[in-house]
């Protein structure tokens, strides 16, 4: 047995090579069609695994309690999607009327603004009221372009939304068979690679959760505040917008103070307040992008330092869009484990550093030396 497994490569026959390049080409083309099967769908189902593995801990208790599998991986789902589904709809709510007043008063609203910012900047009045009406032509042309790519990619989109949920419940009631499945099938000379997989992809993506779940909390409550100090309507609303905006790289929560600030500068004619509550907003969003949010993460990590996260979490979300949330920092678990496996645990007995540190001594000792001489 040992022998056959020991064969050079010059002992290999002919038959031997064609069946290497069969078998290579068969893998090949397997790889080939999964990845067109499940291409288009890959970050959802990616994106259904971290949630999976992350809402096993309130699986596990309630399967404890109500000792059914499968009731309670149901349960665990429902309890993050039905509190989202009615914050989504009561903000979709309160805010279509809004919407639609400003379609209907849309002309006076561009009157407003053009005369204040006459007022204070010295543009013409009607110079402004222009760009203005322009700006608007081009928001409603885009967003219903925006529409439009929705309604082409309704299909994907419910496709995607399916196997998120499906692959949540599949991890939840399935994981010791998939857990055994893997780890039959993996060689056990691979076992530190896994071992090392688990503790940095799991850290990673705990932090990177951690870390965005806090961050839009604290963002949320942020313009509660500003919005109970300075009496703007719909404060809870637009506090739960926040929360949900933030997840949205093109959007964010800029989407939300900076037409507050306009609001308060023009109809309530307020600038001191328009620019306390824009400047506040500009604070939160770089605190949050460049401090906040890698820091919380890192924390949570415990394996990363606050660079590598922010380098996660930034080149994830530009890359990947939202679902960068929690593929950059995998990402970044993935490359510290292939690492670690391939350098080993750091040492300094066998490292570079002790060199360095005996030849540096070696030559003060030589200095000492020729000194006394």
Known sequence: ???????????????????????????????????????QVLVAILLGVVAGIYLLPVQEWLEKHLRARAGSAIITIALIVVPLIALTGYAWYELSDYSNLVNEKHDSIIESISRAVSRYVPIRH?????????????????????????????????????????????????????????????PGDYMPLYEK??????????????????????????????????????????????????????????????????????????????????????????CSSLLLRPKLASAGARRFSFYWMLLALVSGVYVFGIPGIVLGPAILGFVKAVADTIFGDVRY?????????????????????????
Do not use: C
């Open 1 to 39: 047995m040992e022998k056959e497994e020991s064969r050079r490569l010059s002992d290999l026959t002919i038959e031997d090579a064609k069946r290497i390049l069969v078998y290579g080409l068969v893998i090949a083309l397997a790889v080939g069609l999964f990845i067109l099967l499940v291409g």
């Open 126 to 186: 009607e110079s402004t009221r222009a760009g203005l009406q322009a700006a608007f032509t081009e928001a409603v042309t885009r967003s219903g372009e925006v529409t439009q790519e929705l309604r082409k990619r309704a299909a994907l989109l419910l496709a995607s939304l399916a196997l998120f949920f499906f692959t949540v419940f599949y991890i939840l009631t399935q994981r010791i068979r998939i857990g055994a499945y893997l780890k039959v099938r993996i």
């Open 197 to 286: 997989l688990v503790q940095n992809i799991g850290a990673a993506l705990r932090g990177a959760l951690r870390a965005v779940f806090i961050d839009q909390t604290i963002k949320a409550v942020v313009i509660f505040i500003l919005n109970v100090v300075f009496d703007v309507p719909l404060a809870i609303v637009l506090a739960i917008v926040t929360f949900l905006a933030g997840f949205f790289p093109l959007i964010g929560e800029w989407a939300i103070y900076v037409p507050i600030s306009v609001y308060l500068f023009v109809f309530r004619h307020e600038p001191t307040s328009a620019t306390i509550y824009l400047s506040i907003g500009i604070a939160l969003t770089i």
């Open 349 to 373: 007995e066998t490292s570079l550093l002790k060199t360095e540190d005996e030849q540096q001594g070696q030559k003060l000792v030589e200095q000492a030396q020729r000194e006394t001489a």
